[in-house]
């Protein structure tokens, strides 16, 4: 850990000094805004090492890419896209985990010319009328996987959910596409503080509701909390949520109390393609850990990236452009394709966490939406 | 709301409330015995659960992790108040705030540099975890009632240590008058070294039973030191009578709040706008309580008369 710690800032080091440029002429320059240190880390080292592994093995040499940790603060994150953009001079930025940064960064800098892919946030401002031709997501608009969570609901014959979600934006929009798929009664629906970290009283509010079922979104620590206690408590309803609780990196914290939980993701380690496979591999052989949907969503970004570039330089902006609209890459998810907005149309899985030997992880039972969008893209026009 | 729903959400606020206190404790006998504002407690918190889940990891015994939990702030403390923390007594707030707030930023990445940026794994073990039936029908998770009974047998520990004992003699001594402690011969810098470890054990105490029910995490420890503020602040610095009060209040308010808000709010409102506009007001219930109490006592409910 120390030692990769220490190569991964040396590199970025490297990265930002001209004079480690390799000499080839005018390489592509990436700039990478992603959360490396505070509570949400987790997330953005995962998509930084499958970006960062996507690039290695393809032996890219005219890519340079300049790594920032944006803390998880909005500020510091537009302070650094504006010294990428202005000093760095970058052509294609990404990295940003969370919605709150991303719609204080992504605005400015696609206007300022520059290309973002999105490796994680995807708010619906940016999906609909905010959309914008540099703008382009390559994990999912923030509502898909809650939506899932709803078809998956009706699938699995639940007809009275209680809901739960903190509250800030991304919260309420995961109601929301919960809501809009779901088609059973609502037991209750409650909005907790962003951050609580206890959940007694919520759970004896689901207790004496009534409800066939629970679906959260929760995603972190807040995620770790909640299905510890409630596997704690006695109440024995099913629980469904989206990904973002049952990442690799969190289900070891989690431990027993989340097996057999149901998951909607547009991603798992055993989605059967031969990129996946060899992702999957080379992941953990080069990390020592089993690879997240972020790590797979980085790995993606990168790939696509790579793609474009083989087919256009990001000064012809326009060529570039329709290279990366027409998303010709092998994706870890197998099919991906664009959307009017771009953002992804893909399919969206039905896991269940199991345990291998001693490892926490997820297995595939089904698909929830096939070739999934939003309903955001028919708000963009571009 | 139903009888048994309301007692179980009394029993939560007990709960939060009396881990609070464990919190509270340590803070305010440090501000109050040595004038210290420390805002590097919730990084002893932090530290008690991350020993707490290595050690648990590595033998799987909780008693064991407990006691890991407890030495591994401990330690911490007398080692930040030997080095750091003494030079500050003398300087004013905005000094401490600065060096505790340094703190902060050291253990934190201190931390991930050892443990790693991913939450650690800690469980409720075996003999502790699952819900009891009470009286009256009510499930109750079994490992709460318990950090209810550690919380209050802790409170009941400190009055005796503080009113029984020649070093609560000592602490109540130095609260008052310290130049008069010292002049009548005991060692004020040990007494001090030994107030802030027994300050930091108990963080680390909370941290370790709380943490087994949330996540272990970096910066675990900063969103409970707020609460732990406010609480001391109502309870009235410097008093552990009045930080169990206020550790109580604070926790009843904030857990009952968040319950009875919204669903006063569906009276008159669609369930989804009254869910969020009850929460949001819940959130600032305590704030409103710290508020109202300094409004009728200026210095809290124990505070000194000073």
Known sequence: ???????????????????????????????????????????????????????????????????????????????LSDRMIQAEDVDVMTGIIWSNLAMAVVPSAVNQGVFYLSPNAGPSQLAGRGCHENYFNVAWQNDNLH??????????????????????????????????LYEGELAGELFTELGATDYA???????????????????????????KQYADSGVDLPVVGPAFSFDQGILQAVGDAALGVVNTSQWNKDIENETNAAFVESFEEAYGRLPSLYASQGFDTANLLLSALEVADPADADAFREALRAADFSSTRGDFSFNTNHHPV????????????????????????????????????? | MSLILLIEQVLNGLQLGVMLFLMAAGLTLVF??????????????????FAAAAVAGATGSFLLALVAALAAAAAAGAIVELVVIRRLYDRDHLDQVLATFALILIFSEGTRYIFGSFPLYLSIPDYLSGPVSLPGGIQYPLYRLTLIGIGLAVAVGLFLLISRTRLGVQIRAGEADREMVAALGVDISKLYTIVFALGA??????GALVGTIQSVQV??????????????????????????????????????GGVLLPELFKLFMDASSASSTGSALASMLIYLLMAAVLFWKPKGLFGGAA
């Open chain 2, 32 to 49: 109050g015995v040595m004038g210290l504002i420390n805002l590097a407690h919730g990084s002893l918190y932090m530290i008690g659960a």
């Open chain 1, 1 to 79: 850990m120390k030692t990769r710690l220490l190569c991964a800032a040396a590199t970025a080091l490297a990265l930002t000094t001209p004079a480690f440029a390799d000499g080839h002429a005018d390489p592509v320059r990436v700039g990478m805004i992603t959360t490396l240190s505070g509570g949400g880390a987790g997330l953005g080292i995962d998509v930084r090492d499958g970006f960062m592994l996507a690039i290695e093995q393809s032996g890219a040499e005219n890519v340079e890419v300049i790594i920032e940790d944006d803390q998880r603060r909005p500020d510091l994150a537009v302070q």
């Open chain 1, 147 to 180: 939506e899932a969570a709803g078809a998956h609901a009706n699938a699995a014959g639940y007809s009275n959910t209680f809901i739960l979600a903190p509250n800030y934006p991304a919260g309420q929009d995961a109601l929301t596409g919960f809501k809009r």
């Open chain 1, 201 to 227: 009283a919520e759970i004896a509010q689901i207790r004496a509701s009534g409800a066939d079922s629970v679906f959260f979104f929760l995603p972190g620590g807040m995620g770790i909390s909640f299905l």
């Open chain 1, 346 to 382: 893909q399919d969206i899985y039905v896991r269940e966490v199991i345990q291998e030997g001693d490892v926490f992880t997820n297995r595939i039972i089904g698909t929830a939406l096939s070739d999934h969008g939003d309903v955001y893209a028919a708000e963009c026009e571009m």
């Open chain 2, 201 to 206: 054990a108990l963080a680390g105490l909370a």
């Open chain 2, 219 to 256: 910066g675990m420890g900063e969103p409970v030191l707020i609460l732990a503020f406010v609480v001391i602040v109502i309870g009235g610095i410097g008093s552990i009578k009045g930080a169990l009060i206020g550790a109580l209040l604070v926790g009843l308010t904030d857990t009952l």
